[in-house]
């Protein structure tokens, strides 16, 4: 039977391995998805680049909406860290779960302000 850690591992090993060498690829092999991005790009640049103040009030509003929700899973973490640790991050094999615990309600309370 074969490990489950040591198939996740490998399994990371390898897209990192995959990431690093699309990394160094002058010339992207043409997926369905980069032709896909290289089509939205434009779109996507004159969009978030314009003055236009009612999509900056938009993406405003939409900024404040996920810092607020940031806000309250972090302190729902930081409320009762021990129970986070031992049921999402103990989960994960990391170690220290209790350190990650903090960390991520730190990182959530603090990243999103």
Known sequence: M???ILLESAGGFLASCAALWF???KKLPSFGFTSILTNLQPVLKSYLLKQNY???IGLLLLRIA??????HHGQEK???PQQFADTYV????LPFPLF????????????SW
């Open 2 to 4: 074969t490990n489950p």
């Open 78 to 80: 930081l409320a009762d």
């Open 66 to 71: 996920v810092g607020v929700m940031m806000i």
């Open 23 to 25: 990394l160094t690829v």
């Open 90 to 93: 103990a989960s994960l094999h």
């Open 54 to 56: 009612i999509a900056s």
């Open 100 to 111: 990650f615990a903090y960390a991520a309600g730190l990182s959530e309370l603090i990243g």
